[in-house]
Structures are given as structure tokens and as C-alpha cells.
């Protein structure tokens, strides 16, 4: 009996890290050394994203009934699961970003704000930027046209104050 409560507490974990994550991506991990291991939970740390190894009919149980339901067909091998709760990208970019220094690590499939992604996909969302660098991107975008038509303002209002017409299109 307390073997079938472990399990269903391990099953409740599970639920619960996945009600709260913006993404979770599945990983093939085999090959992977300690050292290249190590280097990914540190990374998966300083950006706020929980990485664990489940076993998969643990996690079978766990998306059942579930929007990660999809995930059910690559729990197959050895698969561990990144969460990421804030930026939904910092997951699959952490795991890319790894991949790509050590062929070991492979991405199975991936659920991004309630979409379900295939190898390929959470490859691409992979290397969408972090949130930050978008908004900066955006805000940038906003801040030179606006820069630009106060200088035209400026010039006409200088033009004006020095008494000589301005001529406009």
C-alpha cells in the first residue's frame, strides 16, 4: 500500500509542476556525460527552469486527461522534463543551446502555452529570444519614429520662434 501512495504522490508532483509551467519539453538525455549533465541543470537553474528525470509510466499517468496529453506518445527511452514557469522560451533555448555543444541531447517534443510542438517545432521555438529581448526590440521599434517626429516638431517650432515660415508638404 505504501508503494501505490509513493507513486500516486510522484503522479501529484507531476500535475502540479505541469499546471503551473508555461512550456515543458522532453528530452533524450543518453550519452549525456556528468560534466555536459551538470552544465545543463546549472543553466536550467540560473534561469529559473526545473529539470527532473520521471519515470515515464509516471508521467504517462500524470498527462493523462490532460493538454499534455500529446507527450504520452514520446515517453519512450530515457526521457527527462524541463518546466519553464516564466519565459516559455527558456526551456527549449537552454536545451539548444546545449544540444547543440553536446549531440547527446536530443529534444523528443514539447507543450509551449498550451501547444503542443513535434522535434521540429520545439527545435523552432528554440530560438525565439527571451521575452525580455522582445520587449526591448519592441520598445526600440516605438521609440524611433516617435524620436524622429519630435525633432520635426522641434525644428518647426525653432523655425517658428525665428520668425521665417516653414513650408510643409
Known amino acids: 500500500m505504501a508503494k501505490i501512495e509513493k507513486k500516486q504522490e510522484i503522479v501529484n508532483e507531476i500535475k502540479e509542476k505541469l499546471s503551473n509551467a ?3 519539453v522532453l528530452v533524450d538525455y543518453r550519452g549525456l556525460t556528468v560534466e555536459q549533465d551538470t ?3 546549472r543553466n536550467f537553474r540560473e534561469a529559473g527552469v526545473e529539470y527532473k528525470v520521471y519515470k515515464n509510466t509516471m508521467m504517462n499517468f500524470a ?3 490532460t493538454d499534455f496529453e500529446p507527450l504520452k506518445d514520446y515517453l519512450e527511452g530515457p526521457s527527462a ?3 519553464s514557469y516564466d519565459d516559455p522560451t527558456n526551456g527549449p533555448r537552454i536545451i539548444e543551446k546545449i544540444a547543440s555543444k553536446y549531440k547527446a541531447l536530443e529534444f523528443k517534443a514539447g507543450i509551449v502555452e498550451g501547444k503542443f510542438y513535434d522535434t521540429e517545432g520545439i527545435t523552432k521555438v528554440a530560438k525565439i529570444p527571451p521575452k525580455d529581448e522582445l520587449l526591448s526590440k519592441l520598445l526600440g521599434s ?3 519614429p516617435i524620436a524622429s517626429f519630435a525633432r520635426v516638431v522641434k525644428a518647426i517650432a525653432d523655425k517658428k520662434a525665428e520668425g521665417s515660415e516653414v513650408v510643409t508638404e
Do not use: I, T
Open 22 to 24: 508555461a512550456s515543458v
Open 39 to 41: 552544465e545543463l541543470r
Open 63 to 65: 498527462v493523462e486527461d
Open 81 to 83: 522534463v524541463a518546466f
Open 142 to 144: 516605438f521609440n524611433s
